[in-house]
């Protein structure tokens, strides 16, 4: 079935690095994706959405991507810092008339001082 | 603004037991609600969602089931847990396409 898949279970970094975190998806019907970040213990804290009709989206310190073409998605964390260890999902919409989100299994981002 | 509650953060029940789990939503009306499970180190598995008082939709056959008796509270049940059962519990809602989760439950059945 379609789903959401990332391609690194765990992302080592230095603190100062630009981190980039990758998730493939396999439904072209999906139309929204979001980013989310949880540290341990925690619930999922959204970080970035992109909508379909878009391929780059900035936040603070984050970049999305969306490449429709390949059914690509990724999260540019921009001079990462210790603070941002955590588990990065990636998750995407089916727009059916009811909002039902499926998660890739997440990338775990260590930031080392 | 808006916040979701859970309650309890934690949990231990011995299997077999029955199992009630609240999740509450303030500063909004009519959400969507969802519960999901998160199995250690693992992503969410979407279990129930609601999209009103009374409508329950379930993702996958399991020994858990959902009510929401109110506009804003949905509630986790089981009537015999099961070890399988344990693992962190997320309550979420939506507005206007994003989806916000609760603090979650870690339920661990022995």
């Known amino acids: 079935g379609e789903s959401v898949g990332l391609h690194l279970p765990t992302l080592s970094v230095q603190e100062g690095d630009n981190s980039i975190i990758n998730c493939a998806y396999s439904?072209?019907?999906?139309?929204?994706f979001i980013w989310y970040k949880q540290e341990s213990g925690k619930g999922p804290q959204f970080i970035i959405d992109?909508?379909?009709?878009?391929d780059k989206r900035q936040g603070q310190r984050v970049t999305v991507l969306l490449n429709k073409t390949v059914k690509h998605l990724s999260l540019q964390i921009a001079a990462t810092q210790p603070g941002d260890s955590a588990v990065y999902f990636c998750?995407?919409?089916?727009?059916?008339?009811?909002?039902?989100?499926?998660f890739g299994t997440g990338t775990r981002l260590l930031v080392s001082p | 603004s808006q916040t979701i509650h859970q309650w309890p953060a934690t949990l231990v029940q011995p299997v077999g037991s029955p199992l009630s789990l609240e999740c509450t939503v303030e500063?909004?009306?009519?959400?969507?609600l969802y519960w999901y499970r998160q199995a250690a180190g693992r992503g969410l598995q979407l279990l129930f969602y609601?999209?009103?008082?009374?409508?329950i939709s379930s993702e996958v056959p399991q020994n858990l089931s959902a009510s929401r008796p109110q506009d804003r509270q949905f509630i986790l049940s089981s009537k015999k847990l099961l070890l399988s059962d344990s693992g962190f519990y997320l309550c979420?809602?939506?507005?206007?396409?994003?989806?916000?989760f609760g603090p979650g439950t870690r339920l661990t059945v022995t």
């Open positions: 979420a809602w939506t507005q206007e396409g994003e989806q916000y």
């Open positions: 439904n072209s019907a999906s139309d929204y």
């Open positions: 992109i909508r379909s009709n878009m």
């Open positions: 998750a995407e919409n089916m727009r059916t008339g009811f909002q039902k989100l499926v």
């Open positions: 500063g909004t009306s009519n959400p969507n």
């Open positions: 609601s999209v009103g008082i009374g409508q």
